[in-house]
Nanobody, 118 residues
């Protein structure tokens, strides 16, 4: 059974920082592209950052220079360090595991709420 469990969300003031974690089980973690997505109220889910199996990273333009994605394949864990947070970063953040070859193997966590407000 595949499980992706996010943690680390919460309420933070503008300019603050949060670190999200995603603990994966039931998959060969190193074989998956891992990503963070977010969905704000009334908006579509969007890619925030992605870390491929080859070691490359991609970021949404809106978070470049502020967010950093990282992974530890030995610990089956993905992180998202979020700095200089803005109110527009408020959303539910989801962890995603996507197999680059067996593309039907696509899994989601339950999400963690991030609220940026003074």
């Amino acid at each position: 059974q595949v499980q992706l469990v996010e943690s680390g969300g919460g309420l933070v003031q503008p300019g603050g920082s949060l670190r999200l974690s995603c603990a994966a089980s039931g998959i060969i973690f190193s074989s998956y592209t891992m990503g963070w997505y977010r969905q704000a109220p009334g908006k579509q889910r969007e890619l925030v950052a992605r870390f491929t199996t080859g070691g490359s990273t991609n970021y949404a333009d809106s978070v470049k220079g502020r967010f950093t994605i990282s992974r530890d394949n030995a610990k089956n864990t993905l992180w998202l360090q979020m700095d200089s947070l803005k109110p527009e970063d408020t959303a539910v953040y989801y962890c995603n595991a996507h197999h680059p070859i067996m593309t039907w193997r696509d899994y989601w966590g339950q999400g963690t709420q991030v609220t940026v407000s003074s």
